[in-house]
């Protein structure tokens, strides 16, 4: 099995700071992208960043020049770097990985459990 596990949200004011951290675990074979995705009540899911195993990161529109998205030394782990937020980013945050699992098919995509940003104005 695979786990993901997310910290990192909070409340905080406009303008401020967060950063989401997401660990990786299990018979995870390769990783081939990890990424964040956010939903806010009432709202779909949306991508907000991701990056490949090579070091490519995409950004939403809404994220680019705010956020940064960035994977630890052992890539398994990814962390979204969150600046000069506003009201509108508040949702609840999921860490996504496309990965294969030793003895496993093809890339499958896995979810954490989520955690809560809010930002308030």
């Known amino acids: 099995q695979v786990q993901l596990v997310e910290s990192g949200g909070g409340l905080v004011q406009a303008g401020g700071s967060l950063r989401l951290s997401c660990a990786a675990s299990g018979i995870i074979f390769s990783i081939n992208a990890m990424g964040w995705y956010r939903q806010a009540p009432g709202k779909q899911r949306e991508l907000v960043a991701a990056i490949t195993s090579g070091g490519s990161t995409n950004y939403a529109y809404s994220a680019k020049g705010r956020f940064t998205i960035s994977r630890g030394d052992a890539k398994n782990t990814v962390y979204l770097q969150m600046n000069s937020l506003k009201p509108e980013d508040t949702a609840v945050y999921y860490c996504?990985?496309?990965?294969?699992?030793?003895?496993?098919?093809?890339?499958?995509?896995?979810w954490g459990q989520g955690t809560q940003v809010t930002v308030s104005s």
């Open positions: 996504n990985a496309n990965l294969h699992t030793v003895g496993g098919p093809g890339g499958r995509d896995y």
